[in-house]
């Protein structure tokens, strides 16, 4: 494998053993955990400099920070999105500043290309002819992009409830498409059942592979440079697995431990009222979340009721200082369209769970005046046009 100097292997989140990651590949051999790729930093001379110095045009520009080189990442230049001011939602929300990070510009359109950027560079380094992956749509559809890049044979589970576009799109990257009758729950089973008859596909699920949090995590390093190394003072996260919640919290502790940053920014879960494990669990002061019955929303990217990772959101967002926040349906779908009239940014309905969450957040008091908040977008509106424009015309409009 190709990996990066610093990048020493992978460790268990529960038992705390680390593994060579030649032989490690998913989950922990021990005791099934997940598995953090582990960096020593103390070994690295990076400054702010060196990474200013590069074109801002890849989160490869961040390779000492990433397991893999930059030279040998299946990759189409994902990531070094844009940070867009909001300086009518600032004024809303009573805040210094509001940015949101558009994630819409990446190459299929979600963050969910710098997971699978990371992850199916490690299927192929591994030698693997095939990935699988259960998704609600948007990462499927991405790691089928990545895996045709690589020459690799995608085998994509998916609801019969996603959207026709993320469909669409497996197909045309020549993805082996499975449309699960049901929910995101059914498509897993659809696709443990096939990964038993099939063990020597390479799994590229959420928290399965140890690598797509840490694809996402460079949208912390990035928004951080793009503030002049100013950390922000919240980040409202549409959360679902927590994959790029997790990521950028991990993010921000290493950049405070190179000595680039000072503070970790206040991480904030937003969820949709009808599937919200995570801020029911960070409410009542749990440490692990109960799954959710009977998910329903239309917000089908954080429409994930059993977030395996719930323990490593929960500490994030307690870590951080930060919290949990659940909107409406309605409020998240006014919250796109409202940011899509007056700041032009377009928001997919998952996404704008993080702006509805915000409101909400700063109507509790959360938000001093003089803050910075960034909302990430996490993926581009016209995903989810028809969902967008139904809202309209439910509304008489
Ligand atoms: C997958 C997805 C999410 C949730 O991401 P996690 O990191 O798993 O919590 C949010 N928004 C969109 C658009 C997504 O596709
Ligand atoms: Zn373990």
Redesign the pocket.
Known sequence: METTEAFTGLRCVDCGESFDAEEATHRCPECEGILDPEYDLDALDVSRETFESRRFDSMWRYEELLPFTRESAVSMDEGATALVEAPKLADELGVGRVLIKDEGRNPTG?F?DRGQTVAVTAASQHGASDVALAS?G??GQAAAAYAARAGLDAHVFLPSRSGFTQKAMVNVHGGDMNVVEGRIGDAGAAYEGAMAENPEWYSVK?FVTPYRHEG?KTMLYETVEQLDWEVPDAVVY????????VGMHKAAKELRDLGLTGDLPAMYAAQAEGCAPVVRAFEEGRDVHEPWQNPDTICG??E?PDPGASPLILDALRESDGGAVATSDQDILDSAVTVAQNEGVEM?A??AAAASGAWELAQRGEFDEEDTVVLLN??HGSKDDDVLRSHLMSKGI
Do not use: Q, S
Request: charged share 10%; net charge positive; glycine share 30%.
């Open positions: 979600t969910k609600a948007n990462a959420t996402k549409p959360t679902g697995g927590g994959v790029g919640l990217g954080i994930i997919g998952t996404c996490t993926g």
